[in-house]
Structure formats: structure tokens, C-alpha cells
């Protein structure tokens, strides 16, 4: 992939609701840049021949039934209460993605 520049930087803190300073983008401009040609190289990797897997120890998932606990379960009014914004008994927060 190419260097990441300083406006690639800037539009993921926009989406991850993060401010930061010029110093801290030019600092994860470089830091991320190296990481995306880290990940990168992994596609001149060899993988013919080998064979896909999801995991490797062998373990397998274990469930169990939900059971819902009322004595330790917030009411609707208990979780909201350390917010004023709140819509339809939600927790109200300023939109990250536009309609693009």
C-alpha cells in the first residue's frame, strides 16, 4: 500500500471521535505508515501449499445457558441516569458516519 499521509490520519480520528495535535499526527502518520507496509509485506509471503486454518490448539467453544441475574441488572432509568442525553431509553451520542 503507499505511505499514509496526515489527512488519512486525521479522517480515522474524526471517526474514532479522537482530537488530536499536529504533533500527534504527524507522529502516528509515520507510526501507522510503517505498520500498514508491515502488513504489507505479508502478501509476498509464500502460502501455496499451506493449508487454511481458523485456529490451532485444538479447543472448541464451550456454552453455557444466559440467565439473567435481576438483583444485579441495571433498570432503564439507573443506567441513563448519568446522562441528560438520552432518545427512546438510549444513550444519545453525536454521529460518526455520514451518508456518503
Known amino acids: 500500500m503507499g505511505k499514509l499521509t496526515k489527512k488519512d490520519v486525521e479522517h480515522v480520528a474524526k ?3 479522537l482530537k488530536l495535535t499536529s504533533t ?3 507522529k502516528y502518520t509515520t507510526q501507522l505508515s510503517a505498520i500498514v507496509d508491515f502488513v504489507g509485506e ?3 509471503v509464500n502460502t501455496s501449499g499451506v493449508e487454511p486454518t481458523s485456529q490451532t490448539t485444538g479447543l472448541e ?3 453455557r445457558t444466559d440467565e439473567i441475574d435481576s438483583a444485579n441488572t441495571l433498570k432503564i432509568d439507573e443506567a441513563l441516569s448519568g446522562t441528560d442525553k438520552t432518545h427512546n ?3 444519545k451520542v453525536k454521529a460518526i458516519l455520514n451518508k456518503e
Open 89 to 91: 431509553n438510549a444513550f
Open 42 to 44: 505479508l502478501s509476498e
Open 15 to 17: 471517526l474514532a471521535n
Open 61 to 63: 467453544n464451550v456454552f
Open 24 to 26: 500527534e499526527i504527524n
